[in-house]
């Protein structure tokens, strides 16, 4: 099902807007051509029979990584700070923000 | 509770969602400390503050917390996976959440609740926490104000998410099972369900209908629900809010709406995106996680008692123990409705095995409940830690009448505080049981000082043997036992 893998301009549009992208027109043009293309890459496997085999999520065969709940040492404060374009309180002061988060 | 039922012929229909904070030494994918409450931005490190070319490793205590919840709502723990949650927000750094999506760790269960209906559970699922924002300047709030500050201690501390089936029907349920649902996440030892705090955050998605056969109507997310009684306000305004639309001729909008308490209303925020929105992809630094049998029994082994079994086997205690007072339906004594809430009191308390232990030490169950739930409970902190033995040795005092039940109350006050022997408490207080010849000798000169008030009594107003014993009590500081008052009154009476 080739038609399956197919991406739209306006595809391209939404997505840039959700990464908050501004792409030019020609931009535009450029980038659904080489997403297409990628997906077109994606239709190759889909092309296989796959019938029995099981979704792949991760590419190293391994489970359970974990670590002991035992503290370690944090960065700090000033150093963390001194990075940020804007400091009040020792909080980062960030532009107000219309609505809670998502 | 407050809760009314809506106009007739509606039904409201709510499910809830839960974020409880995990009660790790860490947070879930770095060592920083998960501590409420320190001064911000102390506890950070490249991996919460989403610095570029740091990776998250996770934490084993939350993941097992997570089974341990699952396996307290009885769901199905199963193989899971973590995705990446896309979007923007100052107190994400990494622009995305890591969260667990379509394979959750937890699936398909149900929480009894005490009335006895069962709410059905979707998923409890492992997920970070985000930075704390605080909205500066202009009002304070949201709206008006004109630049936020951002702490990220509680960055990346372990979340674990519970949805629940839209299976609830009224506020009373809603609030219901959510305390029920905090009983439970402290029982397990996850959570110290601190609502104030935040560290159990709850969402309702609220719709409603005009008939149970009906398909669900368009629902409201309402947030920023701060405690239980929050809760079961916003429930009950947005269902009314919601049929008052739809009665009107109007419609439902899917939104997100914020729960102003002082003015007690839903606000609208902003209307939804679409899930798909959020372009979740799966994590490429995390592996999948993988509980085989062994693990999931380890972990279930460690789980104590439940709420639920802890009240359950008081109400079997009171029934045994032969002294249950309210309705027969079964042929035993059940428990009264009054005692039911008693029961209610200790088990949130923490007080169930002082009241089995004292029980045990042979002490009436229902006094030494009642005691429990209603002068103990009064510090429980320090009930806790009472002797059970000199707990029983107590009210055996009062049950045989040696100390009245306003001396118990002045001896426990003291118990509580310095432990003991209570009989050389009452003894220091003063506290010794009145002779019998001295009741006898006080009841009659007040029957003698009293003769209108004896002759209704002794043609058969019982309303005035409560006058009688109050003159005695008076008249004897407290120290007369009222049962052998009310005894003595009766014999007089013949």
């Known amino acids: 099902m080739p038609g399956r893998y197919t991406i739209t301009r306006d595809d391209v549009a939404h997505v840039a807007e959700l990464a908050r992208l501004e792409l030019s027109e020609a931009e535009l043009d450029m980038f659904t051509e080489q997403l297409g293309a990628v997906l077109g890459h994606a239709a190759d496997v889909a092309a296989l029979d796959l019938a029995g085999v099981p979704p792949t999520s991760h590419a190293l065969a391994l489970t359970n990584v974990l670590r002991p709940d035992e503290p370690r040492p944090c960065l700090d404060r000033t150093e963390v700070l001194v990075a940020a374009p804007s400091v009040e309180d020792d909080r980062f002061r960030v532009p107000s923000i219309m609505g809670e988060a998502p | ?494």
């Open chain 2, 1 to 494: 509770m407050a809760a009314t039922d809506l106009p007739a012929g509606w039904e409201m229909v709510v499910g809830l969602e839960v974020h409880c904070e995990l009660k790790t030494a860490t947070k879930l994918f770095c060592g920083c400390p998960n501590v409420f409450g320190d001064e911000p931005n102390t506890n950070v490190c490249p991996v919460c503050l989403g610095l570029p070319g740091s990776l998250p490793v996770l934490n084993q205590q939350a993941v097992e917390l997570a089974m341990a919840i699952g396996t307290a709502l009885g769901c199905e723990i199963r193989p899971s996976t973590f995705h990446r949650k896309n979007y923007f927000y100052p107190d994400m750094p990494k622009d995305y959440q890591i969260s667990q999506y379509d394979e959750p760790i937890n699936v398909d269960g149900h929480l009894e609740l005490p009335d006895g209906s069962v709410v059905g559970i979707v998923r409890a699922h492992l997920e970070e926490d985000t930075g704390k924002t605080t909205h500066a300047g202009g009002t304070g709030r949201i709206h008006g104000s004109d630049h936020s500050l951002v702490d990220y201690n509680r960055s990346g501390v372990p979340l674990v998410e519970i949805v629940s089936a839209p299976d609830i029907r009224s506020a009373t349920q809603a609030r219901a099972y959510a305390a029920e649902l905090r009983a439970v996440l402290v029982a397990t030892g996850a959570s110290d369900g601190r609502m104030e705090e935040g560290s159990m955050r709850v969402d309702a998605n609220v719709s409603v209908r005009r008939s149970p056969d009906d398909p669900l109507g368009t629902r409201c997310e309402i947030k920023n629900l701060n405690s239980l009684r929050s809760l079961a306000r916003a429930v009950e305004y947005e269902a009314r809010r919601q049929v008052e639309l739809l009665e009107a001729g109007e419609r439902v909008v899917q939104q997100t709406r914020h729960w102003d308490e002082d003015a007690g209303r839903t606000i609208a925020l902003r209307s939804k995106e679409e899930a798909t929105d959020y372009r979740y992809f799966l994590e490429p630094d995390l592996v999948p996680v993988v509980p085989d049998a062994q693990w999931v029994t380890a972990v279930a082994d460690t789980l104590g008692m439940l709420p639920a079994a802890r009240r359950r086997r008081l109400e079997e205690l009171l029934t045994t123990d032969g002294a249950g007072t309210g309705d027969t339906p079964g042929g035993g004594a059940a428990p009264t409705p009054a005692q039911l809430d008693q029961i209610a009191t200790v088990v949130d308390l923490g007080l169930d095995d002082l009241v089995v232990e004292t029980v045990a030490a042979g002490v009436a169950a229902p006094l030494v409940l009642a005691r429990s739930a209603n002068e103990a409970a009064t510090d429980p902190d320090l009930a806790r830690k009472l002797d059970p033995v000199a707990f029983a040795g107590l009210l055996g005092m009062e049950a045989s009448g040696s100390l009245s039940a306003t001396q118990v109350k002045a001896v426990l006050s003291e118990l509580l505080h310095t432990g003991g022997d209570p009989a050389a408490i009452a003894a220091s207080k003063g506290f010794e049981a009145m002779a019998e010849d001295d009741l006898v000798s006080t009841v009659a000169g007040l029957v003698a000082d009293h003769p209108d008030e004896w002759a209704r009594y002794r043609d058969g107003d019982d309303k005035l043997a409560g006058f009688f014993t109050g003159l005695v009590m008076k008249a004897t500081q407290g120290k007369a036992n009222g049962k052998a008052v009310a005894a003595e009154l009766r014999r007089l009476r013949g």
